[in-house]
């Protein structure tokens, strides 16, 4: 049975263009998965909290070598990396705040993204992801227009979600941006299209 992880990080919960475009992904992937379970992370509600000291000093210190103190801080990182662990695919909606990801989602990967266990380092000092076998679809929802116009690059949010998954061995298998949230004309237009790239993908 696939497992589908789908992770929200709009502070809005209605109105939000981010979801409803996750919600277009989640009913094809749905279709294409009939037997299929969504597992819900939803961060407007769910308070990551940014990594402290307590949390990287348990992150390099040997299982067996921690106190409570730092097992109670890795609390967190150990629930959501196992959670992570255990789907076949991620669906991540995301708008553009401050032209890169709203800062819980930034505050997830820290806790996920762990040597040891989510990614490693060869005796070359070269990284490699350990989470294999996974895919990753990317919601994206932008009030402007970035793609091909002079405000690219400034648009910091799929590059990093892109690479920090990747960084993991998280393959993105298709991001859907869309923009001109801000601009009902715009919208629409832009709408029909990502609609018809989920289409094409499932």
Known sequence: MKRLLRIDS????EGSHSRKLADLVEEKWKASHPKGKVVYRDLADFNVPHIHNKTIQGFYTPHDQRGASLKAALEISDELIAELSNVDDILISSPLYN???????????????RVGKTFGIDEDGKYF?????????????????YLGTPMEPYDFQEPYLKTILGHMGIETKRAFSLEGTAYPEQLDKNMMKIKQQILETF
């Not at 709009?10 to 919960?13: C, M, T």
């Not at 032209?99 to 993204?113: C, E, I, R």
């Open 10 to 13: 709009s502070s809005r919960k």
């Open 99 to 113: 032209l890169n990801v709203p800062s819980n989602l930034k505050a997830y990967f820290d806790q996920v993204v």
């Open 129 to 145: 992801g350990m989470l294999k076998n996974k895919g990753a679809y990317l919601a994206l929802c932008k009030g402007g227009s």
